[in-house]
């Protein structure tokens, strides 16, 4: 159906004027407080200015429209159909504005977002679930884009930019990654429910010797891979996995299948696979550190909100 468009929508062209120019969305400002209140006076007093230079600034947006918006043939101020047809248009684009206005406001302050996350396999079964329902709690607008990585890929991503904020072990680039203990996380024993330890209230490091090791991939995570094997040095212990993997869950699984033993981090004991038993390790240095890692320098709202978050967790 054809429907003639109105002598005043053809004289307003909200957005450009007819040189292309985009109109001053300030002097929309002006217009709507002149419109509201139909004296040029009140309004300047509302904005807070003086009205001649408030007059100006009308008379620039009538040319910059190329229409009348107010008659001032009398005593009273009155809207021209021009006038008429921009206002509701008028406070439509002004609410628009400070929508976004408000949204980057937000984004500002870390109220909305996405924040990027890489974290250890090992964090996923208790420390990730915990500190993420937290901060969901705290930040319901932030969306978080997830990936797991060991410690290394961690610290390779966070110098890309690729993620905002790391849940790790290791700290490969301390010149350019901070980091923040977590805490320190105590290592168990995984062995099959057959193997002669299954039952020991404890075990030492020394006890493995000689045993079948499953660990994880040397070559995705070789800060922990170091870790481990110098840590079992002292025990006289050589750590040379003879199955690698980069899950805990595949790890675990092979020892409940009989395949070997495993060094684990205490977090990953809620997986309990049948045939599996943990076993505490007592040596005093039978733990690992577990770190929030961040770019150097002055963090992201959304990466200092997870620091807060963490802090008051753990």
Do not use: K
């Not at 009155?78 to 949204?103: I, K, N, Q, S, W």
């Not at 990654?177 to 075990?203: I, K, Q, Y």
């Amino acid at each position: 159906m054809f429907v003639e468009t109105s002598r005043a929508a053809r004289e307003v062209q909200l957005g450009h004027d007819s040189e292309g120019r985009t109109v001053n969305l300030q002097r929309l400002r002006y217009f709507t407080a002149v419109a509201e209140e139909l004296h040029f006076g009140r309004a300047a007093e509302r904005l807070h200015m003086s009205q001649p230079p408030l007059s100006q600034q009308i008379r620039l947006l009538e040319s910059e429209l190329d229409a009348a918006l107010f008659d001032r043939s009398t005593r009273r101020v009155t809207l021209t159909d021009a006038g008429r047809f921009l206002y509701p248009e008028a406070v439509r684009l002004l609410a628009a504005a400070d929508g976004v206005e408000r949204l980057m406001e937000q984004r500002r302050e870390g109220q909305t977002g996405t924040l990027r996350v890489g974290f250890v396999d090992s964090a996923a079964y208790e420390v990730m679930p915990r500190v993420l329902s937290e901060y969901r709690r705290r930040r319901p607008r932030v969306d978080f884009e997830l990936h797991t990585l060991s410690s290394d890929e961690q610290v390779e991503a966070l110098r890309a930019g690729r993620i905002d904020l790391g849940i790790g072990r290791a700290v490969a680039d301390p010149a350019h990654v901070e980091s923040t203990l977590v805490m320190d996380e105590r290592l168990l024993l995984a062995v099959g429910a057959s193997h002669r330890l299954a039952a020991s209230p404890a075990a030492c490091l020394r006890d493995l010797s000689g045993e079948p090791i499953i660990g994880f991939d040397r070559s995705v995570s070789p800060s922990l891979h170091a870790v481990l094997a110098g840590m079992l040095a002292i025990g006289g212990v050589a750590y040379d996995p003879m199955i690698e993997a980069t899950e805990y869950t595949t790890i675990l699984g092979f020892v409940a299948a009989g395949e070997g033993v495993a060094i684990v981090p205490a977090g990953v004991q809620t997986f309990r696979p049948p045939g599996l038993v943990y076993v505490p390790l007592e040596d005093a240095s039978a733990s690992v550190p577990l770190l929030l890692l961040r770019g150097a320098g002055e963090p992201l709202p959304l990466v200092s909100h997870a620091l807060e978050v963490v802090a008051e967790l753990y």
